[in-house]
């Protein structure tokens, strides 16, 4: 089950549309504003990475999550961030500034699958969803099979549209390296132990300080290591704050169910 602490923080905190779902992250300190302490990426770099915008969004170029591109017609991206109507989606590829409302491709979506254990046991924040126009000829990320690859001290990077903080252009597509600190990290009194860390199925990645981080909008998009989706961007309480990093979906734990539905 959820927690209900997270839950109540993530009512207590309305700021983007993002958070519509039971997602448990709180605000960041400067609304409107993508991933905190990162640099600018490149979506010719990272073709994959795919925004999920949506109409009821907040933000004026609708943007709302992230996902990644695993087939030509296949986006995975959280079960939290699939809550509205499927007519409400856009999936945007190749657009570096979400202004940019006429560079890169977009697709509708024609089919939304959620892990069905999501808000059931904690961790499954996951969904595969199916592009209405298949983005033909993009490179896609394989998917991480291996549950041996949550070890503390690799080194994946995140990539999103999300909350800077404050820090950067808003609506840009940007990039952070976070270290994983491992599931014994997260599940310390002191850090996320309250709020329902499940470390089989959840990636605790960030920095013990603080300072950089995935944030709001970022969720749904991808946490690549080696090549291939690691993880994908789930909660956190704020955004960079000291003991409380990252928390990503384990795309190995889930592999098997999201590898059936990328092959229906
Ligand atoms: N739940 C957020 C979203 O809907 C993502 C939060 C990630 N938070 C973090 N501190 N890494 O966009």
Request: hydrophobic fraction near 40%.
């Amino acid at each position: 089950m959820a927690g209900k602490l997270k839950l109540v923080l993530a009512l207590a905190t309305i700021t983007t549309a993002a958070l519509g779902a039971a997602t448990p992250a709180q605000a960041a300190p400067n609304p409107g504003t993508t991933i905190v302490g990162g640099t600018l990426a490149s979506t010719a770099q990272a073709p994959w990475a795919i925004a999920l915008n949506n109409t009821a969004s907040s933000s004026p170029n609708d943007q709302y999550c992230g996902a990644t591109l695993v087939k030509a017609n296949k986006i995975v991206t959280a079960a939290h961030c699939v809550a509205r109507a499927m007519s409400s989606y856009t999936a945007v590829q190749g657009r570096d500034s979400l202004s940019e409302t006429s560079v890169g491709r977009t697709s509708k979506i024609s089919k939304i699958w959620k892990d069905p254990l999501y808000g059931q046991q904690p961790g499954h924040d996951v969904a595969v969803l199916t592009l209405a126009t298949p983005f033909t000829g993009v490179a896609t990320l394989p998917l991480e099979t291996s549950r041996s690859a949550d070890v503390a001290g690799a080194r994946p990077t995140v990539y999103g549209w999300g909350n800077t903080g404050g820090a950067g252009p808003a609506e840009r597509f940007q990039k952070v390296l976070v270290p994983v600190l491992g599931d014994s990290y997260c599940s310390r009194p002191d850090v996320y132990a309250d709020y329902d860390y499940e470390a089989d199925g959840e990636i605790c990645a960030g920095y013990v300080e603080g300072g950089k981080d995935s944030c709001q909008g970022d969720s749904g998009g991808p946490l690549v290591l080696n090549g291939r989706l690691f993880g994908v961007v789930s909660w956190g309480i704020g955004c960079a704050e000291a003991r409380k990093p990252g928390v990503y979906a384990e795309v190995a734990t889930y592999a098997s169910a999201l590898q059936a539905q990328i092959n229906s």
